[in-house]
């Protein structure tokens, strides 16, 4: 007898995940560290897959930091006034936006 799962059905994983999907990671700030409480109070990782809400949230102050900025996209973000566009050379082609707020 086959028991493998129908090819048309959704159940084909031996194991199932009984966490939901993590989509940010939030580091709060301890005020008791023993060298002095951070000067940020909070960092938060966000996921965000697509690259034109990723960059549009860098523009609206939605986020203050972004890695791999698309480098098409980098000589706009330097223009922007308000993003403040780090680059540094090496083998992967990347760029840093953050916001100057």
């Given at each position: 007898m086959d028991h493998r799962p129908d090819p048309g059905s959704r159940v084909s994983e031996v194991f199932r995940s009984v966490y939901p999907a993590v989509t940010h990671i939030e580091l709060r700030a301890n005020p008791k560290y023993w060298g002095g409480a951070?000067?940020?109070?909070?960092?938060?990782?966000?996921?965000?897959?697509?690259?034109?809400?990723?960059?549009?949230?860098?523009?609206q102050g939605k986020v203050q930091l972004l890695a791999d900025v698309p480098p098409q996209d980098v000589a706009r973000l330097r223009h922007s006034g308000n993003v403040r566009?780090?680059?540094?050379?090496?083998?992967?082609v990347d760029g840093m936006g953050g916001t100057t707020c």
């Open positions: 951070p000067k940020v109070g909070a960092i938060i990782f966000q996921e965000m897959p697509e690259a034109s809400v990723r960059l549009l949230s860098l523009e566009v780090l680059t540094q050379p090496g083998l992967a």
